[in-house]
């Protein structure tokens, strides 16, 4: 049951891919490209990207995962330790959503980034905003002793500011880091909101609050 997606939920994803298909579109110059998603889910993007023309290619380490992944899309998603995946190809484009802020080991994690990048690749990521209405709203009423601002620890391990993303990867990338509520039509997440999330949502959106800090950008030699 946790794995299902209501119909409610798939036209989410096929919003969101549409939409992000035409800012990567954009980005990379061309219509036809290649897609890796590191930490893709049960591969519900990655379906609808399909579907557009995406050459697309997803990993994720929950084996419980994948399994609903490949009957989606098969071979397409792959149960790997991005870390220790062979480079056997390089993808136009690389996405990982809510990723980062569960790794131990950043400058590695973009070390890799880079390897399996096209020379003239894209990336596209996002994590929890440290500066966003609920990470601010939580540091003044902490109700929940694991929560650290933006993070819940165990589960997430680092928080980032957008000069800690452009530390890590602007030398390789010319990026573009933004705040983004967690109902954008583009940005956003799937979560079907209730009418005080919605409410919130328009909230930290005029507030330049968002839930989450996007970043997206190509590689700097072939801007």
Sequence with gaps: MLLQT????????????????QSYRQLLGRSAFSMLEIGCGAGELGAEFTKLGVNYHGVNIDARIVETGQRRLGERIKLSDFFKMEIDRRYDMICFHQVLEHI??????????????????GIHGDVPNVAGLSALLHQIIPLDSRRFGAIILPHHQLVYEPKTIQHL???????????VKINDPTWGQVNELGCAMRAYSAVSG???????????GKRREFQ
């Design 6 to 21: 209501t119909p409610a939920q798939v036209k989410r994803y096929a919003t969101l891919a549409q939409r992000r298909y």
């Design 104 to 121: 131990t080991e950043p400058r590695l994690f973009t070390e890799r980034v880079c390897e399996f990048s096209m020379p003239e690749g």
């Design 169 to 179: 990867f602007g030398q390789a990338f010319r990026l573009k880091t933004f705040d």
């Design 206 to 216: 005029v507030l330049n609050a968002g839930t989450n800090l996007a970043f997206i």
